[in-house]
C-alpha cells in the first residue's frame, strides 16, 4: 500500500518561514529539505569537478576527440536502460536508503579512482569502467532525489525549492569549473580526484543525517515491477504536458548536452585564445585548462542569475510551459553562438554567448521538474521522473556524434549543427504539442 498524501491537518504542521529569510531562499526554513540541499551542494562538487577533468584527462590521455565522446557516452548509456527500474525502486524502497546507497558506493568509486592515478596505475579500460559505474549509480540517485523534493517543502513553495536547487547546482558550477581547473594545473589530476571523493563522502554524511516525514514514506506496492513500471509510462503518456516535456528533454539531451562535455572541452584545447591568462602566470596547457574553468564558469553565472529570479517569483510564476519552450530556443541559439563566435578571435563573445547558454538552461531545467512534480501523484513520481534518465541517456548517441562530427568537419561547426537542432526542436515542439503551451 502507498503511504498517502497529506491530510489538511498534516498540511498545516508546515511553519512558515522566519520573517528574516528572503523569499528567494525559503524553502531552505524546512530542515530536512536543507540537509538534501546541502547534500547535493556538495555531491554536485564532485560531479562538476568531474566533468571538467575527466574530458580534460582523456584529451590528456589519448589525444582524441572519438575517445572523448565515447567515454562520454559510457557515462551516460546505462541511464538509458537502468533508469526505468530506478524510478520503480525510488516508488518501492525508502528513497532516503536509495540515495545513501548510491553515494556512498559513488564515494568509493572515486576514492579508488583517485589512487589509481596517483600511483601512476591508471590504464584507458579504468577510465571507461569507473564512467559506467558512475553512470548507473546516477541512474538511481536522480528519480530518488526529485521525488523527494515535494515531501519536504510545502506544496506552496515547490517552484521555489526546485528552483533553489537549480540555482544552487549553477552557483556550484561557476565553483566546480574554476576549482578544478586550477587544482588539476597546481596540485595535479590524481589530487583533483581525490578532493572529488572527499566532496563526495561529504554528501552521504548530510544524506545520512535527513529524515522523511512518515505520510511520504512508500509502503510495499502488490503490483509487480513490471506492471509498475508500465504504469508510469501510461500516465507520462495520458499527460500530454509531460510527454511534450520528455520529447523536449530527448532533444536536449542528444543536441545539447554534448555542448559541455565534448565541444566545449575542444574549443578550448583547439580555438579559443587565453593568451590573457599570460598575466597570471599561466601559458600553454596550463592556460588551457584554467581558460576552460574560466569559461564554463561563465555559463553557470547566467543559469545562476536566471535560477534566482523563477526562485524570487516562486509560485507567482506564469504561463510556465512557454517558459520552457523560450528557454529551450534560447538555448540551443546561444550554443550556435558560442560555436561559431569562438573563430572570431575575440574570446570575448564566446564568454558573452556561453553566459546566455546558462540563462536557457535555467529557464528549462526548474519549471520543467516543478511542472512534472505538480502534475504527478506521490506514489508514481519516482517513475515519472525517472522517464528523464532515458531522455539523458540519449547523451550517448549524441556525444559519440559530436565526437565524430568534430573530427569530421571541426568543433565549431558540429556545435553550432547541434545547437541549431535544440532551437529547431523547441519551436516544433511548441506548436505540435500545445498542450505545454497551455500550462500555467
Known amino acids: 500500500m502507498v503511504a498517502a498524501a497529506p491530510t489538511a491537518a498534516e498540511d498545516a504542521v508546515w511553519k512558515a518561514p522566519p520573517a ?110 569507473t564512467a559506467v559505474i ?37 552557483l556550484i558550477r561557476v565553483g566546480a569549473a574554476s576549482i578544478a581547473g586550477f587544482a588539476i594545473a597546481l596540485i ?8 572529488i571523493a572527499v566532496c563526495s563522502a561529504v554528501a552521504v554524511t548530510l544524506t545520512y543525517l535527513m529524515r522523511v516525514p512518515a505520510w ?34 530527448a532533444f536536449h ?18 580555438f579559443l585564445d587565453f593568451s590573457f591568462l ?29 535560477a534566482l529570479l523563477i526562485a524570487t517569483i516562486g509560485s507567482r510564476l506564469r504561463r510556465r510551459g512557454l517558459i520552457i519552450l523560450a528557454g529551450l530556443t534560447l538555448y540551443g541559439t546561444a550554443i550556435a553562438a558560442v560555436a561559431l563566435s569562438s573563430l572570431s578571435g575575440v574570446v570575448a563573445l564566446p564568454f558573452l554567448f556561453v553566459g546566455a547558454v546558462g540563462v536557457g538552461q535555467s529557464l528549462l531545467l526548474p519549471v520543467k521538474n516543478a511542472i512534472i512534480l505538480d502534475l504527478t501523484p506521490n506514489e508514481i513520481r519516482g517513475r515519472v521522473m525517472s522517464l528523464q534518465s532515458l531522455d539523458r541517456g540519449l547523451t550517448t548517441l549524441g556525444s559519440s556524434g559530436g565526437g565524430f562530427l568534430a573530427a569530421a568537419i571541426g568543433a565549431p561547426f558540429g556545435m553550432a549543427l547541434y545547437g541549431a ?13 500545445p498542450a505545454l503551451r497551455r500550462v500555467d
Open 20 to 129: 528574516w529569510l528572503p523569499p528567494t531562499l525559503h524553502a531552505l526554513a524546512y530542515r530536512d529539505f536543507l540537509l538534501l540541499w546541502l547534500a547535493q551542494l556538495s555531491n554536485s562538487l564532485a560531479l562538476w569537478m568531474e566533468q571538467v577533468a575527466r574530458p580534460i584527462l582523456v584529451l590528456v590521455f589519448t589525444g582524441s576527440s572519438v575517445h572523448l565522446g565515447l567515454v562520454v557516452a559510457a557515462r551516460g548509456l546505462p541511464q538509458l536502460f537502468m533508469g526505468p527500474l530506478a524510478g520503480v525502486v525510488a516508488d518501492r524502497i525508502d528513497r532516503r536508503v536509495v540515495l545513501l546507497t548510491t553515494k556512498t558506493l559513488g564515494t568509493t568509486v572515486y576514492f579508488i579512482f583517485a589512487l589509481l592515478i596517483l600511483a601512476e596505475s591508471l590504464e584507458l579500460w579504468h577510465i571507461y569502467v
Open 134 to 170: 558512475k553512470s548507473m549509480l546516477n541512474a538511481f540517485d536522480g528519480p530518488a532525489r526529485h521525488a523527494l523534493v515535494p515531501n519536504l517543502v510545502p506544496p506552496r513553495l515547490l517552484v521555489n525549492a526546485v528552483a533553489i536547487n537549480t540555482g544552487s547546482m549553477q
Open 188 to 195: 595535479g589530476m590524481g589530487g583533483t580526484f581525490l578532493i
Open 216 to 249: 511520504a514514506r512508500l509502503g510495499r506496492s502488490g503490483a509487480s515491477w513490471g506492471r509498475s513500471l508500465l504504469d508510469g509510462l501510461a500516465f507520462a503518456w495520458r499527460e500530454k504536458a509531460i510527454f511534450a516535456i520528455l520529447v523536449l528533454l
Open 253 to 270: 539531451s542528444m543536441f545539447g548536452t554534448p555542448y559541455l562535455s565534448v565541444f566545449v572541452p575542444l574549443l578550448a584545447f583547439q
Open 278 to 306: 599570460g598575466a597570471f602566470g599561466l601559458e600553454g596547457r596550463k592556460a588551457q585548462e584554467v581558460g576552460l574553468g574560466l569559461f564554463l564558469s561563465a555559463s553557470s553565472g547566467g543559469a545562476l542569475l536566471g
Open 421 to 433: 537542432a535544440v532551437a529547431v526542436a523547441a519551436v516544433g515542439v511548441g506548436l505540435l504539442l
